[in-house]
């Protein structure tokens, strides 16, 4: 299984440009959930999906930032227009209802972004 | 509220017994978990435990819960310079929702 998947690994960009992030989540997953780190605030829940329907926003910082999950094997995360705040690494994790671990869920490498 | 929380630094020299905390707030709280994240990686689930028991054992890791105090804690034995990362504690209320996760513990093991 080669696990949940994300690119690029890292994306430099400029203020004022539009960044999409992107995650293939494990096959067979129900659950996919998009996640911020950074020092100042540590792993932040952005936004998550059951059947690729969007059940909790209330992480996403403001409107720039937007998520879609057109079908059960591919997510985006959208931000625009980016701006230096922005900058963090940002991860995807997919689970399913009925795993050998009750609610495991599994993470991707996650997307370094820099906005100069 | 809905916090996990957890101390931000731990130090420990190799062949040591860590122990790392976490405190959270909803005691309907059916599991609990421990993350760990690697520099440079995601997190990866270390070990949980089913809110009806008290204590989990693993190899070297042994995880305590307190239900009265809403505490949790992950003792890592024999610590190697292996184990150093950050640790996350995270709990669920319901089936289906979202992991709380608390903000992490950076273990840093000397040898």
């Known amino acids: 299984d080669a696990g949940v998947i994300q690119s690029p690994r890292h994306e430099v960009t400029e203020m004022g440009q539009e960044v999409t992030l992107r995650c293939k989540p494990i096959s067979g997953h129900n659950s996919l959930f998009w996640y911020r780190q950074t020092m100042m605030r540590g792993l932040e829940l952005l936004i998550y999906?059951?059947?690729?329907?969007?059940?909790?926003d209330s992480g996403m910082p403001e409107d720039r930032f937007s998520a879609k999950m057109p079908n059960a094997s591919f997510s985006t995360l959208k931000i625009q227009p980016s701006e230096p705040r922005d900058s963090a690494v940002y991860f995807c994790?997919?689970?399913?209802?009925?795993?050998?671990?009750?609610?495991?869920?599994?993470f991707g490498p996650g997307t370094r972004l820099t906005v100069l | 509220g809905e916090d996990v929380e957890q101390s931000l630094f731990l130090s420990v020299r190799e062949g040591d017994s860590s122990v790392i905390n976490c405190t959270y707030t909803?005691?309907?709280?059916?599991?609990l978990y421990w993350y760990k994240q690697e520099p440079g990686a995601g997190l990866q689930l270390l070990t949980y435990i089913f809110s009806n028991m008290d204590m989990k054992q693993d190899q070297r890791l042994t995880v305590l819960l307190n239900k009265k105090d809403k505490h949790l804690s992950l003792r890592i034995a024999d610590t190697q310079t292996g184990d150093s990362a950050i640790y996350f504690c995270a709990e669920i209320h319901q089936a289906g929702t979202a992991l709380i996760f608390g903000k992490g513990t950076t273990l840093s093991v000397s040898s």
């Open positions: 994790a997919s689970s399913r209802r009925q795993g050998r671990v009750p609610n495991e869920q599994f």
């Open positions: 909803d005691s309907s709280s059916t599991y």
């Open positions: 999906f059951n059947n690729n329907v969007p059940i909790d």
